[in-house]
């Protein structure tokens, strides 16, 4: 998939390990997927991340893991701290030959009784990475990225299933159409794209579009047209002088009604709050 500017890992294959510190909030991913593996640790309020359509429930000093190619979205509004890791498997292969033979399934919200020593022995390591961030010790880094692998260490023994990569996750030339389509709504996403005028784009059918979209995306056509146009009227609002209703119809927002329903349902807030703030 592209790298879209809510997907900022392309340092990733440099280290294998990319740590993150989220400290403001408004934070929201449409949903997308990548190769890294993912891992979401929420130090303050809550978040609601839904993967392959599933929503799962997060709270302060809960964590969950997000696997390689699944589609997921991150919705937290009311999240003002949380940390982010993204663990390469290429890089990781030099570690671990076999990575690619084991899927990580951890989230407390399905975790089993006998697991929750383990799972809440990886929230203690998670916790040793904020004070680390905050003081900057010589080779506080080098102290990051251990405590990283040591989590991901436990995550394989732990929390993962021995199944084939290439058969668990979701078949590639869905993956690379998906990729095409949503390049193709990120390029467009100003303009008024219609369901018909997208699935002749694409040589389909309207109704066997909006199908594939649906079951593959986990939300209708519709909607991830508008949640690209949000994120990218967020932005604007943090860093340009542009007024709400110019930005609004400059993203391709015409109906202003449901830009201000979707904004706070989104991001909890008015748009003119993250303009003030």
């Given amino acids: 998939m592209q790298k879209m500017i809510y997907e900022p890992l392309f340092e990733l294959e440099k280290t294998g390990i990319h740590i993150a510190y989220h400290t403001k909030k408004g934070r929201y991913s449409p949903p ?5 593996i993912e891992l979401i640790y929420v130090l303050n309020g809550t978040a609601t991340i839904t993967i392959e359509g599933k929503d799962h429930s997060l709270v302060a000093g809960e964590f969950l893991v997000v696997d390689s190619n699944q589609i997921h979205e991150a919705q937290c509004a009311r999240v003002s701290m949380m940390v ?9 292969k030099n570690y671990m030959s076999k990575i690619d033979e084991y899927r990580i399934h951890c989230s407390r919200q399905t975790l089993k009784k006998e697991k929750l020593d383990k799972y809440l022995e990886i929230c203690g390591l998670l916790k040793r990475l904020p004070p680390l961030y905050v003081t900057r010790p010589p080779g506080y880094r080098l102290q990051s990225q251990a405590v990283a692998m040591e989590v991901l ?3 394989v023994n732990h929390f993962s299933a021995a199944e084939d990569f290439a058969g668990a996750v979701n078949d590639e030339t869905v993956l690379e159409r998906l990729a095409e389509m949503t390049a193709y709504i990120e390029e467009h996403h100003a303009e008024k794209i219609s369901l018909e005028e997208i699935a002749s784009h694409f040589y389909l059918s309207r109704e066997y579009f909006s199908r594939f979209f649906r079951k593959n995306m986990g939300v ?15 932005h604007d609002l943090c860093s340009t002088g542009e007024g709400v209703m110019e930005l ?4 391709g927002f015409a109906n202003y009604k449901l830009f201000n329903r979707m904004f706070r349902e989104i991001y909890g807030c ?8």
Wanted: proline share 2%; net charge positive.
């Fill in 248 to 251: 609004s119809e400059k993203h």
């Fill in 270 to 277: 008015k748009p003119s709050d993250v303009r003030k703030k």
């Fill in 32 to 36: 997308h997927w990548h190769s890294a």
């Fill in 220 to 234: 209708t056509f519709s909607r991830y047209v508008n949640q690209i146009r949000l994120m990218h009227i967020y």
């Fill in 84 to 92: 982010v890791i993204h663990y390469s498997r290429a890089i990781m």
């Fill in 153 to 155: 260490f436990e995550l």
